[in-house]
C-alpha cells in the first residue's frame, strides 16, 4: 500500500467538538492504555513520527484525527488517491486518573463510537503478550451490541515466537467468539500483517455502509 500524505489534523475532547469532514470514512482504534495505537498508525502510513508514541499509559484523552491519503486500488492513473481518517481514542483500562475522569472518558468514547455516522471500522488492538482483558471483552461485546463492524488486531507479536503467537490468536477467537482467520497478528515494530491489514482495511471500504445505528443504544454502558 502505498500512502501519498498522511497528516494530522486535530483533537477533539467529545463527540460534539469533533469537525465533519463530509462523510470521509473513519477508521478508528481502540485498545487499552499502551497497547500500541499510536505504533499502529505510524506503521500503517510509514510515518515514524506521525503519532505521538509514549511508554506513560493514558497519555492519549482526546479523540484524535489523522487524514491519509492512499493510492486508490486498481487506479488507472499513479496519482489517483482516495481519503479515510484514522481515528485515536483514548485507552482504556488505565487505573491512574481519578474515577470522575474515568467517567468522564467513558462517557465521550460512548458518544462517538455509537453516534459518529462516518465511522466505517472500528479496529480493536490487544496486546498479544497478555491476550484479552475482561475490559477487551466487555468493548468487543458492546461494539456488536452497537453493529459496529470490528477487526480485532494483536500488537507487538514480534515479542513473541510463532507457537506463542498461534497460542494467543487461538485463545482470543475463543474469548470473542470469533474464528482464527479473524484475528490479525500485527508488529508495528516489524510491520508484520500491515499489508494484510489495509487488504482488510479496504475491503471494507469498499462495501456498502452500514445503515445508521440508533440513538437510543448510546446509553448502554462500556
Given at each position: 500500500m502505498k500512502i501519498h500524505n498522511a497528516n494530522y489534523v486535530i483533537s477533539a475532547p467529545s463527540l460534539k467538538e469533533c469537525p465533519d469532514f463530509d462523510g470521509r470514512p473513519e477508521v478508528v482504534l481502540v485498545g487499552r492504555s499502551n497497547v500500541g495505537k499510536s505504533s499502529f498508525i505510524n506503521s500503517m502510513t510509514q510515518r515514524k513520527n506521525l503519532a505521538r508514541t509514549s511508554n506513560t499509559p493514558g497519555k492519549t484523552r482526546y479523540i484524535n484525527f489523522y487524514d491519509i491519503a492512499y493510492a486508490k486500488p486498481k487506479a488507472s492513473s499513479a496519482g489517483e488517491t482516495e481519503q479515510l481518517l484514522f481515528v485515536d481514542l483514548p485507552g482504556y483500562g488505565y487505573a491512574k486518573i481519578s474515577k470522575a475522569e474515568?467517567?468522564?472518558?467513558?462517557?465521550?468514547?460512548?458518544?462517538?463510537l455509537s453516534k459518529r455516522d462516518s465511522i466505517r471500522l472500528v479496529i480493536q488492538l490487544?496486546?498479544?503478550r497478555h491476550g484479552p482483558q475482561d475490559n477487551d471483552i466487555q468493548m468487543y461485546e458492546w461494539l456488536q451490541y452497537h453493529g459496529r463492524q470490528?477487526?480485532?488486531?494483536?500488537?507487538k507479536t514480534d515479542k513473541l515466537s510463532r507457537n506463542e503467537i498461534a497460542k494467543q490468536v487461538a485463545l482470543t477467537a475463543r474469548l470473542l467468539d470469533v474464528t482464527p482467520p479473524d484475528v490479525l497478528p500485527y508488529s508495528a515494530e516489524k510491520n508484520w500483517?500491515?499489508?494484510k491489514a489495509w487488504d482488510l482495511l479496504l475491503g471494507?471500504?469498499?462495501?456498502?455502509?452500514?445503515?445508521?445505528?440508533?440513538?437510543?443504544?448510546?446509553?448502554d454502558p462500556i
Open positions: 474515568q467517567e468522564k472518558w467513558r462517557k465521550h468514547l460512548e458518544a462517538y490487544i496486546d498479544a470490528v477487526q480485532i488486531v494483536l500488537t500483517g500491515r499489508e471494507v471500504l469498499a462495501r456498502k455502509p452500514l445503515p445508521k445505528l440508533s440513538d437510543d443504544l448510546a446509553e
